[in-house]
């Protein structure tokens, strides 16, 4: 699963629209990763092997981005 950190890496400082997470997602889904095309197979393997969907990797970015760019803002205005 080497493929996601590289798709993921410029979106990071970004908020991308939904559409374009979705597509992310399609992508990921349709690979055949798993050598099925059933929905539900995929999603059990994706539990099972602790992968991530864009969608949560996203958030899980961008909330640790805000988090340390307020802190930044904090230390920055103490530090005055």
Known sequence: ???IPILLYGL???EPATT????????INRLKL???????????????LCF??????LKIE???LKRST???IILATIYR
């Open 70 to 72: 307020l802190n930044i």
């Open 20 to 27: 374009a997470v979705r597509s992310l997602e399609f992508v």
């Open 12 to 14: 990071e400082p970004f």
């Open 52 to 57: 991530e969907l864009p969608s949560v990797l």
């Open 34 to 48: 798993f050598k099925t095309t059933s929905m539900e197979i995929i999603r059990l393997c994706q539990t099972y």
């Open 1 to 3: 699963m080497y493929c």
């Open 62 to 64: 961008l909330k640790n």
